[in-house]
């Protein structure tokens, strides 16, 4: 019995290195779109694939972000300033990204772009303060891939959607969380419905690593924010004790990350965009 365990996981493992280190053909003449490649995974990505020799079309939120990147980058990298929660951006960079890839079609479509805030316990929150989050997480990301998807579909290509572990159990109130699980859904019925057309999907589940989301004093300003700004009825019903406790939670689980969640341990994930 061991014989054949040994032999099971032996032959598992020489399968996944083998796997592992096929190359894609021709990787130079092949596009790939990013969206929030500002910072982050978006930007750790785009300079890795540049490195690669790809040609990567980098859509960044900001105009600092999209110099800083290109500085950094070669010439085969083209930046775009996108706005992912604005259709008449997405269409404006739908058009420019046809422009580049021509009858090649988009060989790579990642919708990398999110933000965390607002974050807190729901009942302190807004309609509004759901849909900031919703509306780029969730909605900015289905916009810009049925703008895409034609190009996709012409180079028989792939898309990767940025969820996250939380999109698999829920950690704290706010959009994030719901958003994260709409990736996954929407991804999965994209996943059926694509098949037929050679285009393959994926989804990326990051952990916690130390980006611009997760900076603890940051959180900890924004959550003290929204309590201030928090019905005085809400804050009676919850009580200065609860805030105390939200804020003790964020030092407790985020600060001891800190100590190994570094701006390199990015590296850890990133490669996983281009398995």
């Not at 990567?56 to 083209?78: H, M, N, P, Y």
């Not at 999110?114 to 807190?120: Q, R, S, T």
């Not at 303060?129 to 703008?147: A, E, Q, R, W, Y």
Request: proline share 3%; glycine share 10%.
């Amino acid at each position: 019995m061991w014989f054949y365990l040994v032999i099971s996981v032996a032959l598992f493992f020489l399968i996944r290195w083998f796997l592992e280190r096929q190359t894609v053909e021709n990787l130079k003449e092949k596009y790939v779109f990013i969206t929030g490649c500002d910072s982050g995974f978006g930007n750790q990505l785009a300079r890795q694939l540049d490195m690669q020799g790809l040609r990567i079309l980098a859509g960044c939120f900001t105009q600092k972000g999209a110099e800083e990147l290109e500085r950094v980058t070669s010439d085969r990298l083209k930046t775009i300033i996108i706005d992912v929660t604005s259709t008449e951006s997405v269409a404006k960079a739908t058009e420019w990204v046809k422009g580049h890839v021509g009858n090649k079609g988009l060989w790579g479509l990642v919708n990398n772009a999110g933000v965390v805030h607002p974050a807190a316990p729901n009942e302190w929150l807004t309609k509004n303060d759901f849909v900031k989050v919703l509306d780029v997480n969730l909605v900015g990301l289905i916009d810009v891939t049925l703008h895409m998807l034609p190009l996709v579909k012409k180079a028989k290509g792939r898309v990767v959607n940025v969820a996250s572990i939380l999109g698999r159990l829920a950690f704290y109130g706010g959009g994030y969380c719901p958003s994260k699980y709409g990736v996954e859904a929407f991804s999965d019925c994209l996943r059926r419905e694509l098949r037929p057309f050679g285009v393959k999907i994926a989804i990326i589940e990051p952990g916690y690593f130390r980006t611009g989301m997760t900076e603890v004093q940051g959180n900890l300003n924004q959550l003290e924010q929204i309590w201030t700004n928090a019905a005085q009825e809400t804050k009676d019903s919850y009580g200065q004790t609860f805030f105390d406790d939200c804020k003790s939670l964020i030092l407790s689980v985020w600060e001891p990350c800190d100590g190994f969640a570094s701006e390199l341990n990015l590296g850890v994930t990133v490669p996983w965009f281009s398995h």
